[in-house]
């Protein structure tokens, strides 16, 4: 039989274990209400443009909060794109500077599946970096103090402004910058098409590119490391600002927006695997929060997509045009093909053979004594300063009546060289008689002697008459001697320009025969007709 003190000590010793129960569950609950649960680890490889290395403490962010890692391969947006193809992808994601590229090659091997869902949530657009000396010269030679792709043009071709452009063959920004350009020396209002792409309206922008590198992240770098070497730098607008803002610069970069056209990167994230879709949409839905678009304006520079989050101050007003991308991909890969060739941006030598019998006197030497001034600088439109004689290229000018009267080499400088070249066309010596062929089997002798000593320098002749040829060797002459030449003065093309009552008929075939071709200028007039042969088509 339990005793009193026994059954009290057994009641005391259950309410300590009731006691202790309680505190028990109370702090399991506690710890219960303060953890948050951990979402379940899933891992998504990407296959992204390189400048988005940017975000990885965004993605760390990304992954804690819905526990998606995003692994990420970096290149260049060219060749990430050229790593994607349909059927045989390597990714679950591919996240991109700009989609552009993909549609094209999609377009150019015919494939009519289903593409890959894309989200857009940020943009950065393709922008100028100027030091401040450049801004201000700006200012001074532009009328509306709006740099145009045209001037930069204007402005390299006489060395007066250095820049840094990514290669075009790898980097979205190169491309994007490529075609930029491009498009406004074609001067047609329109996309590139493929017979716009002129290397030689090219030359004299790309005679101040003095600094370059396969991605756009590692050409800040290198500008980063080689202040002295550029005054310029073509990048997206994100990656100038960060620039700025890395304490690396001895001086920020004035950051200015083409007025002839810019290209956007919009990041489209492309699902590859849709059995991905779910994690995919978890990211998107991330990105595109308030809190991810804050972040990412905040953290890389680009401006969110959402209008309703506060922008940068840093981010300037653009009011300019979107400019059009080439519909077709073989209007890319032959800008790329003239880009990539050593002679598209080595300086070039043009040979000009010019007509000076008696009938080019009064206004038709005149016309031509305008065009060379507009080659000089004088045109101030935008194709003129493409085609504009440029700082390092040789111009050589024969005048010829019954046979060459003279000739000159130009190899341009500065504006002492430009002006020499207008004063030797302002001479007025002329001849009764017009020897077309014997001139230009002249121009080709000169030709061979060049292509020898220089094999690295492009030589281009340029033809321009106003009569029928009445002396010297004939046409069938000259075709017949063009035949038996060496082959690389065979391969200097002839452009032909149609003045007067020339033969319309011998200059188109003797253009065609050497690969060059003819353009009427009694249609528009000699300005024109000498800026649409000033290229390599």
């Not at 002798?445 to 030589?459: G, L, N, S």
Request: one cysteine or more.
């Amino acid at each position: 039989m339990m005793r009193l003190g026994d059954r009290a000590g057994v009641r005391r010793r259950a309410g300590r274990r009731r006691l202790s129960g309680v505190v028990l569950f109370a702090v399991l609950g506690l710890v219960a209400a303060c953890t948050t649960p951990v979402p379940p680890h899933t891992t998504l490889r990407v296959l992204a443009s390189s400048e988005l290395a940017d975000m990885g403490p965004l993605l760390d962010d990304l992954r804690r909060d819905t526990g998606i890692e995003l692994v990420m391969e970096h290149r260049g947006t060219i060749d990430a794109t050229n790593a994607l193809t349909p059927g045989d992808y390597r990714h679950d994601i591919a996240w991109l500077s700009t989609d552009r590229y993909f549609e094209l090659k999609l377009k150019q091997i015919g494939f009519t599946g289903e593409r890959p869902i894309s989200s857009r949530f940020m943009f950065s657009p393709l922008a100028i970096g100027v030091k401040p000396a450049v801004a201000e010269l700006l200012r001074t030679t532009t009328t509306d103090q709006h740099l145009s792709w045209a001037d930069l043009a204007d402005l390299s071709a006489m060395g007066m402004v250095r820049f840094g452009m990514a290669d075009p063959q790898h980097a979205g920004s190169g491309l994007s910058a490529l075609v930029g350009v491009a498009t406004a020396a074609a001067g047609t209002g329109g996309a590139l098409r493929e017979e716009d792409v002129s290397c030689d309206r090219l030359r004299g922008f790309f005679a101040g590119r003095t600094l370059t590198a396969d991605t756009s992240r590692r050409l800040a770098d290198s500008y980063a490391g080689n202040q002295d070497d550029a005054d310029a730098l073509i990048n997206y607008e994100s990656v100038l600002l960060s620039l700025n803002a890395s304490g690396k610069l001895r001086e920020p970069l004035e950051i200015l927006y083409p007025r002839d056209g810019i290209v956007l990167a919009d990041y489209p994230m492309m699902l590859l695997d849709p059995a991905k879709r779910d994690s995919y949409e978890t990211v998107v839905n991330w990105f595109k929060s308030e809190q991810g678009q804050r972040k990412i304006m905040e953290r890389t520079l680009r401006r969110p997509l959402d209008s309703q989050v506060p922008r940068d101050p840093r981010f300037r007003e653009f009011s300019t045009n979107t400019l059009y991308f080439p519909e077709r991909k073989e209007t890319i890969d032959r800008l790329a093909a003239e880009y990539s060739r050593p002679q598209s941006r080595n300086p070039s030598h043009v040979i000009f053979v010019l007509d000076f019998s008696a009938s080019m006197t009064g206004p038709r030497i005149a016309a031509l004594r305008s065009a060379f001034a507009g080659f000089s600088g004088a045109d101030p439109s935008a194709v003129g300063k493409f085609v504009r004689f440029y700082k390092g290229e040789t111009v050589t000018i024969m005048r010829f009546g019954g046979q060459v009267l003279d000739e000159r080499d130009f190899t341009i400088s500065g504006q002492a060289d430009l002006e020499a070249v207008q004063d030797y066309i302002a001479a007025d010596r002329f001849d009764q008689t017009t020897g077309v062929w014997s001139a230009l089997e002249a121009a080709y002798a000169k030709a061979a002697a060049a292509t020898r000593d220089h094999p690295e320098q492009p030589v281009t002749i340029m033809l321009m008459t106003d009569g029928e040829n009445n002396a010297g060797i004939s046409l069938q002459d000259f075709l017949r001697n063009h035949q038996a030449r060496n082959p690389a003065a065979k391969a200097v093309h002839t452009y032909t320009v149609r003045f007067g009552e020339a033969n319309p008929g011998e200059l188109d075939r003797a253009a065609r025969a050497t690969g060059g071709r003819m353009v009427d200028a009694n249609a528009t007039s000699l300005s024109e007709a000498f800026k649409e042969i000033r290229g390599c088509r």
